[in-house]
């Protein structure tokens, strides 16, 4: 089992997904046949796929799970800021007051976030953290590490996983701001590995912690398994290898 894609939507995924290539250094990245965008985040011991589907009506942009971006000191995070605004990113404005961090969007509207330094993002590579929303971060905790094989680990967020390596971004589960209301732009893929349970297996994992799947139109006729966790936000379980 694995933390395999990071998913997000946008109505130009040719366009997002050459700013997320520039931002992170995608290697392998454009778009696929059916005009999915693809980019592989190589940190040697892991990997993580950004993929970006193409949807005319995308759900309004969330920050019930977002990309929290390695900067450093207040110079180190300046200098990573202007370079982001040079690729299309935006100044965003969701609220934040006065914080350490620096809050911008992709060129589609998706906020995410450039860090100031901090001890706990040593070693994660340009994606720092991706905090989720949780009604129950230990519970939501135990779940992803259950699905992912992701450990706990030093981090911000109530509950905080990272890869066994201790390499690549933390999976920061904070407790949230309000109840989920809609669906979310961004979201987790796992997937079986070699040894371990199979789909169908990863599907009555899940269902067995908590997780429920999704009923809608959408989410059906894939060859991946659409799930929600326990506080209600989408994953997809994917086929097997």
Request: net charge negative; proline share 9%.
């Amino acid at each position: 089992m694995g933390l395999e894609n990071i998913n997000m939507q946008a109505r130009d995924p040719g366009r997002t997904g050459r700013f997320w290539a520039g931002a992170l250094g995608l290697v392998g990245a454009g778009l696929t046949g059916d005009g999915v965008f693809e980019g592989r985040l190589d940190l040697g011991e892991l990997f993580l796929d950004i993929c970006i589907d193409p949807v005319p009506d995308p759900p309004p942009p969330g920050w019930r799970l977002h990309l929290d971006l390695l900067g450093g000191d207040p110079e180190e995070q300046a200098a990573v800021v202007e370079r982001l605004l040079s690729l299309g990113a935006t100044r965003a404005d969701i609220g934040q007051g006065d914080v350490p961090w620096v809050v911008l969007a992709d060129p589609d509207g998706n906020a995410f976030c450039v860090m100031e330094e901090r001890a706990a993002y040593r070693g994660t590579g340009p994606i720092a953290a991706l905090p989720l929303d949780s009604a129950d971060p230990e519970r939501d905790g135990a779940f992803y590490a259950a699905l992912t094989g992701w450990v706990p680990a030093e981090g911000v967020g109530l509950v905080s996983l990272r890869h066994p390596s201790l390499r690549g971004p933390l999976l920061e589960v904070c407790p949230e701001h309000g109840p989920k209301v809609r669906q979310n732009r961004t979201h987790l893929d796992v997937r079986p590995e070699p040894g371990g349970p199979d789909q169908a297996g990863m599907v009555e994992l899940a269902l067995s912690l908590g997780a429920t799947r999704a009923t809608e139109d959408w989410a059906q006729g894939h060859s991946w398994v659409v799930m929600r966790d326990p506080s209600g936000n989408e994953f997809c379980v994917l086929s097997d290898q």
